[in-house]
Each structure stands twice: as structure tokens, then as C-alpha cells.
């Protein structure tokens, strides 16, 4: 069984950083795609960056410069560097690990979320 979990959010002032981790239980963790996503209060879940099992990076125009993912296969371990922290940074944030089998099956998994408060 896949478990995701989150660590390292917090409270931070804007302009600040946090890095947020997420340990997966996962067997074969190098061929999975790894994510971050986040919902604030009232909107919907939005993917914040993405790394693919080949390294491949993708972000959120409103992230792009400011956040960094990363990912240790040997620590089965994905990272979310922030910088610049703003407030409407503020949110849930969520580890996300999936897995292409076929063109008609991909599995995905979640964590259970670390909330990131950006605030004076």
C-alpha cells in the first residue's frame, strides 16, 4: 500500500521560505511522477509543480522562479523549496504520486496535506 507523508509546513512571513518533504512508502519509487498540489480556503485543489520519474519539472505560472521541486530516489523523498513566500500562498499542501500501467490505468495517490500559512 502507497502512503504519502507530508512534513515541513508551518507558519512563515511573507517573503519568507519553507521547505516542504514527502516520505513515500512506495516499492519502485524512481518510476513514479511526484507532485505538489494545494487548496486554499473556498478554491479547488491546483497542482503547484510536478517532477516525472525522468526529472522533468513543470510549475504553476504563479510559483515559477520562487519554487523549486526536487526529488531523492535513493531517499524515496520529494521536495518542495519555497522562497518568496507571498500570503496567497496560503493553503493545504499535498503530495501527489503517480503511475502510468497503461493508456487506460494510472494510479494515483495522495498525502494527507501540511498546511503552509504565509502572514505577519
Known amino acids: 500500500q502507497v502512503q504519502l507523508v507530508e512534513s515541513g509546513g508551518g507558519l512563515v512571513q511573507p517573503g519568507g521560505s519553507l521547505r516542504l518533504s514527502c516520505a513515500a512508502s512506495?516499492?519502485?519509487?524512481?518510476?513514479?511522477?511526484m507532485g505538489w498540489y494545494r487548496q486554499a480556503p473556498g478554491k479547488q485543489r491546483e497542482l503547484v509543480a510536478v517532477v516525472t520519474s525522468g526529472g522533468t519539472t513543470r510549475y504553476a505560472d504563479s510559483v515559477k522562479g520562487r519554487f523549486t521541486i526536487s526529488r531523492d530516489n535513493a531517499k524515496n523523498t520529494v521536495y518542495l523549496q519555497m522562497n518568496n513566500l507571498k500570503s496567497e500562498d496560503t493553503a493545504v499542501y499535498y503530495c501527489n504520486a503517480n503511475r502510468v500501467y497503461s493508456v487506460s490505468d494510472t494510479r494515483t495517490y495522495w498525502g494527507q496535506g501540511t498546511q503552509v500559512t504565509v502572514s505577519f
Open positions: 512506495i516499492s519502485i519509487f524512481s518510476v513514479y511522477g
